[in-house]
């Protein structure tokens, strides 16, 4: 779905935890799929992203899964770190990128 | 430069008047994106410019709502007869290539606009 307005998800976890962020998405042909942070008072930052004809992709400290068959994506953080602690957005499309309402990740020291 | 950037940073004006948004992307980049995000949601399409021609404005608004990019590379967001739910923080990307993929999108920290 889209913006759910104010009140985001928060997930809060502590420090060295793996934390899972998920994401459904509304556009069963969408071929892309990009995991965006994005910290207070900045513009969202790339993270990964994932093509349609894959269904697990990693990074460094982070791994997306797509499931398309319930149209749903999800961000793996390992060893979650204090710098983690942002807002994470799901996109999904081609040239014109739809963004999801987003999830609070809070980082417990 | 080093990244996007975009002027002014923050922006207050009154109910009525016009403004305008500028956004320099990365040297080289050819694809061009405004976004509008509001507190607490995700950011919002707007337009996308491949080279000097709006390639998709079906984000736009309304008709109070134009964005040109005349020689290719900055690019002005022009708002006119702002209301107060124009307030928001204007984002702009810019691309290699556009998307996808390579096309990875470099956002700027956005312009805060609020109208009174």
């Known amino acids: 779905g889209e913006s759910v307005g104010l009140h985001l998800p928060t997930l809060s976890v502590q420090e060295g935890d793996n934390s899972i962020i998920n994401c459904a998405y509304s556009?069963?042909?969408?071929?892309?799929f990009i995991w965006y942070k994005q910290e207070s008072g900045k513009g969202p930052q790339f993270i990964i992203d994932?093509?349609?004809?894959?269904d697990k992709r990693q990074g460094q400290r982070v791994t997306v899964l797509l499931n398309k068959t319930v149209k749903h994506l999800s961000l793996q953080i390992a060893a979650t770190q204090p710098g983690d602690s942002a807002v994470y957005f799901c996109?999904?499309?081609?040239?014109?990128?739809?963004f999801g309402a987003g999830t609070i990740l809070r980082v417990k020291s | 430069g080093a990244g996007v950037s975009q002027t002014p940073s923050n922006k207050v004006t009154e109910k009525g008047k016009y403004v305008e948004l500028r956004c320099d992307p990365i040297?080289?980049?050819?694809?061009l994106y405004w976004y509008r995000q509001s507190l607490g949601q995700g950011p919002e399409f707007l337009i996308y410019?491949?080279?000097?021609?709006?390639?998709?404005d079906s984000g736009l608004p309304n008709d109070r709502f134009f964005a040109v990019r005349p020689e290719g590379s900055v690019s002005t967001l022009k708002i006119q007869r702002t209301e107060r739910g124009d307030s928001a923080v204007y984002l702009c990307?810019?691309?290699?290539?556009?998307?996808?993929?390579?096309?990875?999108?470099?956002f700027g920290e956005g312009s805060r606009l609020t109208v009174l």
């Open positions: 990307a810019s691309s290699l290539t556009g998307m996808p993929p390579g096309g990875e999108l470099f």
């Open positions: 556009n069963s042909a969408s071929d892309y």
């Open positions: 994932i093509r349609s004809n894959m």
């Open positions: 996109a999904e499309g081609g040239n014109k990128l739809v």
């Open positions: 040297s080289g980049h050819t694809a």
């Open positions: 410019f491949q080279g000097t021609g709006a390639a998709d």
